[in-house]
């Protein structure tokens, strides 16, 4: 038994955490990316977007009396499902990788889309409409990695065929 | 330095041992599931049709020369990923699984984005469109799950405030 307001706060922190393992996850492959500057370079614009999303969060906790030192630390979830997927990176790194981050992405927008219902039962659409504005650069960043899936596996594969160059990163 | 063949059949036995991984998570979802039979159903109606791609899978993994023998058996990473979901249905437990079902079923919209550019650069029309046709199934699955995660999260949290009414499954 808990009221819609304690969901909330319990999801919100839990949304804080992915923020920060998100941070980490793309920072690491944005640095590790050599030949593929398109998705590089989208990675890089996400980060920002990413650092924003995490501030407007911790807005949102604060406002709920939540101080940041009662934030969740990085869920062992999230924390597990981030180093299943990066022990996906081998000799197909660029496209496991693209992977993972569109999977990663659909993790958060499963998260704000659950946020919002839930901001919306609590009644509180300050919280409702930070999500709703992350939400929104999630989708956008989910639908660029699809579309741009296929292109990253075809040149990679064009890559792995030639004896001198990387393919992987 | 692999042909785009070699990818291919790599990605798909890895797609295999995921619908495999599918097959188990929504069974015990399906079966855990009491106060939300609309949810159940769709998860049931999806474990037939991963039946069926399993099988299909299996079929172009025979016409490519691998035996149902040679299957990697379910990789570590799917394992972890399905634990690390699993280990999240607790007190939420409803809402927890339908996003990871959501985010499961995105897992399989990459791999199949990704089978069908291999089989594209690999010329391998049948392969390619076995994927074409799973991949039309799994979009409709997360489509649906997004369009009622809302439904369900607000379900879940009128059921919550009752201190008679189970909210979790």
């Not at 946020?115 to 659409?125: G, N, R, S, T």
């Not at 989708?139 to 292109?151: D, I, N, T, Y």
């Amino acid at each position: 038994m808990a009221t819609p307001q304690e969901h909330l706060l319990d999801w919100l922190k839990d949304a804080h955490a992915m923020e920060q393992q998100a941070e980490k996850m793309l920072s690491a492959q944005a640095e590790r990316l050599e030949h593929y500057p398109q998705l590089r370079g989208r990675i890089e614009q996400h980060i920002e977007e990413t650092r924003g999303q995490r501030e407007l969060l911790e807005s949102c906790l604060q406002r709920l009396g939540s101080s940041a030192s009662t934030f969740k630390d990085l869920s062992a979830k999230v924390m597990a499902f981030g180093q299943a997927m990066a022990g996906m990176t081998v000799s197909d790194e660029v496209v496991k990788g693209a992977m993972s981050g569109y999977v990663f992405e659909n993790m958060e927008i499963a998260s704000y889309t659950v946020l919002i219902a839930a901001a919306k039962e609590a009644q509180d659409v300050q919280t409702q409409q930070a999500c709703e504005q992350i939400l929104e650069q999630e989708v956008a960043m989910a639908q660029w990695l699809r579309e741009h899936l296929p292109q990253i596996t075809a040149a990679f594969l064009q890559r792995s065929l030639s004896p001198d160059t990387e393919a992987k990163r």
